[in-house]
């Protein structure tokens, strides 16, 4: 337990992130702790088919790679490291670890943290609590712990700590509570550190990576960002950066970038603390340094969220190139011969979905800029109505369909996709717990107290701006944008980067307004979170994804670039703001 600051740098932001960031994080200036986040809702799902076929897999290999080069560094300049890469089996991976560390005859105190694991157990209603069978087809199902247990295996002197699925903000908040000595119910200090480790857990995202003013910046200083670092002070209040010499930028739009990631509302829950997004403050304080602080946090939800995973079935898709004249006539004979041919396959695909890009261009200078991609994607429960049905009636027609049929690639086996689907759990049906280097078990007791999650009434909005002179013009020459998935849903964060901006934004860009622009959202729930303190809306589009990433239910499963269309598409903007 100290007042100094806590120096906790990120080297992983996912499952085959930069295989170097752990070095360059270790010798690039001095750090207390080093993170990796290596899990995400897609790597749950690889890493349960992995263990499948071996189960004493299921674990991020790369780190023991990334570990056998910098073990020694770490030990040298004491840096403790803190990782989820355990993924379906910590325990499996900190036993590899020490194997690892014994091999290279470094002396490692190695902990790890269970309780999230709850595919066999998992046989309860979410709701009534009564017994009830799991999906068909899961293969994981896992629980987002918080930083507790992270907490009490560093307090035991661990070395390194190997994780499985815990909130990603917990990689911070789990060596914060250890370092600051911080009591459960301080929640202020708890949500300051649960948004610095929100700002860490992506990596480059935080220091000029996926940026949407990236052009601002020169060529050289992006084209190797380097890892994010919090320092964290004792109330909860931190500074973002990076150490010095290393690519990238860190600035009030780079860290407001990464705060709108993947979140919604002004309630940012988790298993130790609901943190306030909406009380976040930015300052620049410096050349990549900015100051986080004024953070609230209030008690954590009565429930546990847990991860579901499982197949969900079988896909298989073929791409027809359509090249030149008649695009629309093409893709229609093409289409209904494929209609008819899977209707008289014996069983229909039970999704069929067609998608037409119009990528071609009139009068091209090149075949390819002259060819417009139809998509045809399938996807049933049983693999064979999605393999030889597709297949062989999309090779049927190469001689007998359109003038200059092709196909990207031939269609092959139907492969199986993945669901993820959230459920929730009372938290005392967790049995959470630091299993130390010694063998010895310490049990972390469930948060006592909690609050219904509730959404905030939308605050004021600031006055409306003079009217104005417009200009049509794409929205992303004044608002920055970024966006990502959850499940089945996507989150559009669109920020601005002065007052007069924001109460342009404010006022303008209404849900029925972001409908108009992404059409493709028209017919969902999109539901729109105010955050003045960002000058930001955060918008979630509900069931955008389907049945999420693994499914590849649309082009760009991910929304990762549903925010830059969105500034691509053209408003009537203020000149005073251009």
Not at 113 to 126: A, I, K, M
Not at 140 to 167: P, Q
Request: hydrophobic share 40%; with cysteine; charged share 20%.
């Amino acid at each position: 337990m100290t007042t100094r600051p806590l120096r906790i740098g990120n080297a992983s932001g996912f499952y085959g992130d930069r295989f170097d960031a752990l070095r360059e994080m270790l010798t690039g200036g001095p750090l207390d702790v080093v993170t990796g986040d290596y899990l995400a809702e897609l790597t749950m799902l690889i890493l349960g088919r992995d263990r499948l076929k071996n189960p004493a897999g299921g674990y991020a290999r790369t780190f023991l790679g990334q570990l056998e080069e910098c073990l020694g560094l770490a030990q040298e300049r004491n840096v403790r490291i803190v990782t989820n890469a355990g993924g379906l089996n910590p325990a499996g991976l900190a036993e590899a670890v020490r194997e690892s560390a014994d091999r290279l005859g470094i002396p490692v105190r190695v902990a790890h943290v269970e309780g999230d694991n709850l595919t066999r157990s998992f046989s309860r209603d979410p709701g009534t609590g009564r017994p009830a069978a799991p999906p068909a087809g899961l293969l994981a199902a896992h629980a987002y712990l918080g930083g507790h247990g992270i907490a009490a295996c560093l307090r035991e002197g661990a070395d390194i700590v190997v994780t499985g699925r815990v909130t990603d903000a917990a990689l911070v908040a789990g060596p914060a509570l250890a370092h600051f000595g911080w009591g459960p119910a301080e929640y202020d200090r708890l949500a300051g550190a649960v948004v610095a480790g929100h700002v860490l857990e992506c990596g480059a995202q935080a220091t000029g990576g996926n940026y949407a003013f990236f052009t601002a910046h020169s060529p050289e200083s992006l084209r190797r960002p380097g890892f994010p670092l919090a320092e964290l002070h004792e109330d909860g209040s931190s500074v973002i950066t990076k150490h010095e010499g290393t690519g990238g930028v860190v600035d009030v739009g780079t860290v407001t970038a990464q705060l709108l990631y993947e979140t919604a509302g002004a309630r940012y829950a988790g298993p130790d603390v609901t943190a306030r997004l909406d009380s976040v403050r930015l300052t620049q304080e410096g050349p990549d340094r900015v100051r986080i602080e004024g953070v609230r946090g209030e008690a954590p939800p009565p429930a546990l969220k847990v991860g579901l995973n499982r197949i969900g079935g079988f896909r298989n898709e073929v791409a027809f190139v359509l090249t030149g004249l008649d695009i629309e006539a093409k893709a229609a004979l093409v289409r209904a011969q494929m209609e008819a041919a899977l209707d008289a396959a014996g069983r229909r695909p039970a999704h069929v979905r067609w998608d037409l890009a119009r990528t071609d261009r009139p009068d091209a200078p090149t075949e390819e800029t002259a060819s417009a991609l139809l998509r045809l994607v399938v996807r049933d429960p049983a693999e064979e109505t999605v393999g030889r049905a597709l297949s062989g009636a999309a090779i049927e027609l190469a001689l007998a369909s359109y003038p200059g049929f092709h196909v990207v690639a031939p269609p092959g086996k139907g492969s199986p996709y993945g669901v993820f689907e959230s459920a929730y759990v009372p938290r005392d049906t967790v049995d959470h717990a630091a299993v130390l280097h010694d063998g010895r078990r310490i049990a972390v007791a469930p948060a006592g107290d909690t609050r219904v999650l509730e959404e905030v009434p939308e605050p004021c909005l600031p006055e409306p701006p003079v009217p104005g002179p417009t200009r049509r013009a794409p929205l992303g020459l004044v608002a920055g944008a970024r966006s990502g998935d959850k499940g089945g849903d996507a989150n559009v964060g669109v920020w601005v980067r002065t007052e007069d901006a924001w109460r342009w934004l404010a006022h303008t860009l209404t849900v029925d307004l972001f409908r108009e622009l992404l059409p493709e959202t028209a017919g969902l729930n999109v539901v729109r979170h105010v955050l003045p303190n960002l000058r930001a809306l955060n918008f979630v589009v509900e069931g955008i994804l389907g049945e999420g990433v693994a499914a590849q239910a649309r082009f760009d499963p991910q929304a990762k670039g549903l925010g830059e269309w969105l500034r691509a598409r053209h408003l009537d903007l203020p000149e005073a703001l251009l």
